[in-house]
């Protein structure tokens, strides 16, 4: 695996590609303190590229980044805004001023399905039927089964399992596998056996370590990981490279690497999310 923290993506090819590269194009949970949009990341091979969240400030990000001309489709792993919010800024940027030709597979939690409809209520226009339900207009919206079982070939040569994280609301813990590796994502969550399954030797474990230090009910309570926390989860799924993302402080992005370092000593590389930076498995 090869890290940089300026490289551009390549750009897509015909046809699956050995190599997935993730981007990160947001991965801020609470305030606006490193001016960086939400969680959104994109993984990209030579067969195009997947969404994975898209909170606030992700559709922005996606323009710029140019990746949205070869993206294939959306995977959201919970409902909560700053992980979803901007799927109506992606779905109005499909259909307006000109609609595309087609929609977008468009994958979450099967429990939080009615979520997409309720948008289209409150943002639908009536008065421009190209927007006139613009989530199910833009996307073609599936059910993520969290049992682990189904694996989905997302595009080719790359396939995705869910498995259950443990949040407020149905979180899903992703699991995307290729020819030449794993990258998993824990979501938001606690420490539970669902969010270990789909990190199991990842070669890169994106996962959330929102606090420092953290209250149980912000922990169990709710459903959030410790710099600690996150270190001793990915030292026991064994991964090869912990990707510590959501903060809720970038303030403390410097001893949330220390802490997490400290919670798996063996672990030879550990690095913090930050927007544009993109690493490579089976480069
Ligand atoms: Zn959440």
Known sequence: MTASEARAPRPAAEGPDAAITLTVLGCRSG?????SPCSGYVLTSGAGSILVDCGSGIA???????????????VVTHVHADHSLDLVALAYGRRFPRPHAERLPLWLPDASLDRVDRLDDLFGIPTLPDLARPIAQSFDVRPLRLDGADEIEVMPGLRMAA???RHAVPSAALRFSCESGTIAF???TS???GV???ADHADLFVCEATYLEATEQEL???????AELAGRLAAEAS??????THLSSWRDAEATLAVARSAAPGMAHISLARPGATWTVGA
């Open 31 to 35: 305030a606006p303190d490193a001016g």
């Open 60 to 74: 922005a990000a996606l323009a710029r980044s140019g990746l949205d001309e070869g993206l294939r489709g959306v």
């Open 163 to 165: 498995f259950p994280a």
């Open 186 to 188: 824990s979501s938001d």
């Open 191 to 193: 420490w539970t056996e």
């Open 196 to 198: 270990l399954q789909a």
């Open 220 to 226: 169990e309570g709710h459903g959030h990981l410790t």
């Open 239 to 244: 991964v090869r490279h912990l990707l510590l």
